[in-house]
């Protein structure tokens, strides 16, 4: 730029100030929409900093040590745990699942048991009531230990403190209720309330047999503490086979983290979205404050300033009240940890001492920043493009064909930088650009639509209502509101079909498909030497019913191809079998349940090497392929395994399912013990209850699982979840409708002069008003049918082939969104209309 361009912009800035004295009118949804959007993003960023940075900063506490091993079904040998101890003060705790029953035997409820030595725990603390010190709590009296019990299992068994209990072979008092225990994020999500006890009463009850589904976990305080990787190449080294899992304090729960970040993307996905759809509403905002300063445009350019000028100006006020908007969302945003203390305190780690965090409100900021250029670059090169004599005779700025190319090249630009700034900003960058290419694919979808629609009017036959005739008009001639109302609107009402349509899907497999194909029961820990017994008792309570039974062992993945798998890039969808233990099981021949995708099954009578069937999806997601090696750590032993075959399993069928099944001469005389399901739809809920008091009872090791509560459980974290992808499609819609608002206001000034002609020539107001219900219906209607066909057909996609289950059309959402549609756009419609009928004709007649 020469010498003078300073003094143009200069002027530019100093003019911009001075039209800005007459202040916002008209920009009021401009606001609302930029404010709307950048708090969204900048809120969810916030809470989340919040959230991941207490678990980076609370590790100790969380992990309750600064470092755990992990072994699945075994305790530490002798010579492990001298090694830990040379590390620094260990405490042990052990998990489980089992029964706990009263002592008559009338009632019994399934708990996830927490054994803990008197070192525990080593970092934070265990809050019960009453509180009292945790040796006090689990002290033994006489023949029954003490222990602290969820006030959830307190509740189900109809019991308070004082009053005793039987789990296995052991009698144990509830001393107080626990309220928080230290290390309960980092150890997963629980299906059953926790009972904590001392390992001294987990030895008497008998719960640890051969094979018993068990975590012993082994928690040091170091003195000086290693990193994760340090640590693991130092406890490796020395025990390669031990297959323990290590955590350390700075990733004290990976798994929460992880998901916090994966549910803080797809809000900041949809706040992006809400903020996109504002952009719309901006456009619309620009164009129509043009449209009114077209006369001090056209003075501007009479006297002699340039069309750069004259941009700049009115870019300059544009960026002016979109930093605003901006402002209030980023006040918003920084305001949302705050808030988020006191709803989430009880949930998720927060940081004791909430603070601002600048990199959420920047990335905020900047979004808010680039959505305004982009949607305001278009307007303004329309406005540039139009000459003084033009804007002097009345006329609108002409949207029938596109501004310069350097204007195209600037929203070109800002748009690509949203785009990218989305994606890097993203953990799962593959989604975000799936996301903002369903937005983009939406914007062109609604495009055409808008363009569908209007043809249609043109060529639809003529009516002999009036009313109608003139609201078909209005929706194919020049300057029709079409467009604005089918893109506002369509964009939202889409997102929260999709959303609507994926919640009610999964409550139906749930509720549904799930509940009647799922076995009623689950029995784990089942021992070689009470099978049998076990079978008797079935036999006696539901002679009908169908068993099915496998051998049940315990391993952990440790490398594919010789290669350790805790030093691969694995993709988001494998994670999960590679993150801590799995079931494994050895078959004879092909489960039932499943079909052979690739490969082959191995004989009956098989001898060679050790083989494995491998999951088909799971598979996949890891990039394996017939003939690739599995090591798998097994009660401390690393077996290789070849994979023969990869199998489509059926997980929705909730059966007896496995990632890994081997050859049965992998395992040959392995202790293990048994899985087992009970299937018959025809019990009811007391011959369930009699069912499960008979197991608990006879065989009180042995944990019987109920799948009905386990569903239950399940559909209420499922609606939790809902409820906050609703509000965030909420965001959305609030933002269309803002759209929607601002869309209908800009083009009140065509509707005042076409009901001000209309009504000279006779038209009533009655009539008009059929007219505009009429067109608004129809848009409306319109609107409705594509939200329910992109959103129906994205929830298909997510529901089918993400999720594989199965997918139905829900008829209740699509009436709510075609009814919802229709109220919003007649509503809000008919809200603006009324006040353009009640204008005076000679005012504006004098200006025609």
């Known amino acids: 730029m020469n010498g003078a361009g300073f003094p143009r912009i200069s002027i530019a800035w100093r003019l911009a100030l001075r039209e800005l004295r007459g202040g916002l009118s008209g920009f009021y949804i401009f606001l609302a929409c930029i404010a709307l ?33 992990e072994l699945n079904n075994r305790e530490a040998t002798a010579q492990e745990r001298t090694f830990l101890d040379t590390l620094g003060q260990v405490s042990v705790s052990t998990g489980l699942r089992s029964m706990v029953r009263l002592p008559n035997g009338s009632q019994q409820a399934l708990v996830e048991v927490k054994a803990v030595d008197g070192a525990y725990p080593l970092y934070g603390g265990v809050v019960t009531n009453p509180q009292r010190p945790l040796s006090d709590l689990l002290g033994r009296e006489g023949d029954a ?23 296995g072979n052991a009698r144990i008092r509830i001393t107080a209720a626990l309220v928080t225990e230290p290390d309960a994020l980092s150890e997963g999500f629980g299906f059953a309330p926790r009972l904590m006890l001392s390992r001294e009463a987990l030895i008497a009850s008998g719960l640890i047999q051969t094979g018993s589904l068990v975590e012993h976990s082994y928690k040091v305080k170091m003195p000086a503490p290693l990193s994760r990787a340090a640590l693991t190449e130092k406890a490796n080294a020395a025990f390669p086979a031990a297959g323990w899992s290590i955590r350390t304090a700075d990733r004290a729960a990976p798994s929460l983290t992880e998901n916090v970040e994966r ?21 619309n905002a620009v164009r129509a404050f043009l449209d009114a300063k077209r006369t001090t445009i056209a003075t501007f350019k009479c006297l002699g300033a340039p069309a750069f000028v004259v941009t700049l100006i009115y870019l300059f006020q544009i960026l002016m009240i979109g930093a605003i908007g901006i402002a209030i969302g980023l006040v918003v945003g920084a305001a949302a940890p705050f808030a988020a203390l006191g709803f989430l305190k009880d949930i998720l780690p927060l940081p004791k001492e909430t603070a601002f965090y600048p990199s959420a ?55 690509a930088a949203l785009a990218g700034l989305a994606i890097l900003a993203a953990e799962d960058r593959f989604i975000a650009v799936v996301f903002l290419g369903a937005v983009a694919g939406a914007f062109v979808l609604l495009r055409l639509v808008a363009a569908g629609i209007a043809a249609l009017a043109r060529r639809a036959p003529r009516v002999s209502s009036p009313a109608l005739r003139l609201a078909i008009g209005n929706i194919h001639r020049p300057g029709a509101l079409t467009p604005s109302v089918v893109l506002s609107l369509g964009l939202g009402l889409a997102l929260l079909v999709t959303l609507s349509l994926i919640d009610g899907n999964l409550r139906r497999q749930l509720t549904g498909t799930m509940m009647q194909e799922a076995p009623n029961f689950f029995f784990v820990d089942i021992q070689s030497n009470e099978r049998e017994g076990f079978l008797d008792v079935l036999e006696q309570q539901a002679p009908k019913s169908a068993i099915t039974q496998v051998p049940m062992l315990r391993g952990r993945i440790m490398a594919f191809n010789g290669q350790d798998v805790a030093k691969m890039n694995v993709p988001p969808g494998g994670r999960w079998v590679l993150r801590g233990d799995r079931g494994i099981t050895y078959e004879t021949t ?116 109920r799948v009905k509560d386990a569903l239950d459980m399940a559909e209420g974290l499922l609606g939790q979840l809902a409820t906050a992808m609703r509000a965030a499609a ?11 608002s601002g869309a209908l206001a800009s083009g009140n000034r065509a509707r005042t002069h076409d009901a001000v002609i209309l009504k000279t020539l006779g038209g009533t107001r009655a009539m008009l008003m ?66 353009v009928l009640g204008q005076k004709a000679a005012p504006v007649l004098r200006e025609l």
């Open 145 to 167: 230990f003490g222990a602290v019990a969820a006030p959830l299992l307190l509740e189900r068994l109809g019991i308070e403190a004082g009053q005793e209990l039987l789990i």
């Open 730 to 740: 909420a965001v959305a819609l609030i933002a269309s409708v803002l759209v929607l």
């Open 361 to 415: 409100l920047g990335l905020a900021a900047l979004f808010g920043l680039l959505t305004t250029f982009t949607f305001a670059v278009l307007p303004l090169g329309h406005a540039r493009e139009v000459p003084a004599t033009a804007l002097f005779r009345e006329q609108s700025f002409d949207q029938s064909r596109l501004p310069s190319w350097p204007y195209l090249l600037a929203a070109g630009t800002a748009l």
């Open 770 to 835: 059929r007219a505009f219900s009429y067109e608004y219906m129809i848009l409306g209607a319109a609107t409705a049918i594509f939200a329910l066909l992109a959103g129906g057909l994205s929830a298909w996609f997510v529901v089918s082939r993400i999720m594989r289950l199965q997918s139905t059309f829900l008829p209740d959402v699509a009436a709510a969104t075609l009814i919802g549609a229709l109220i919003l756009t007649v509503g809000i419609g008919l809200a603006g209309t009324w006040r």
């Open 263 to 283: 549910f803080s993307q797809f809000l900041t996905l949809v706040g992006l979205t809400a903020l996109i759809v504002g952009g719309v509403g901006v456009a």
């Open 590 to 705: 092909l489960p039932t349940n499943s079909r052979l995708t690739e490969g082959n099954w191995w004989p009956e009578n098989y001898e060679g090497e050790p083989l494995v069937s491998f999951s088909a999806r799971e598979a996949t997601e890891l990039g394996l392929k017939i003939g690739d090696t599995v090591t798998v750590n097994v009660l401390g032993r690393n077996i290789t395994a070849r994979i023969a075959n990869f199998r489509a399993i059926q997980w929705e069928s909730l059966s007896i399912n496995f990632v890994m099944v081997f050859s049965p001469n992998t395992f040959r005389g392995a202790p293990h013990a048994w899985l087992a399901t009970l299937s018959d739809a025809s019990l009811t809920p007391q011959q369930e209850g009699a069912i499960l008091r008979a197991v608990t009872n006879a065989y009180p090791t042995i944990t019987s699982v």
């Open 37 to 69: 959007g950048t708090a969204a993003i900048a809120a969810v960023n916030s809470v989340s900093r919040a959230i991941t940075g207490a678990i980076a900063t609370q590790g100790q506490s969380l992990l309750a040590a600064d470092a755990r091993f």
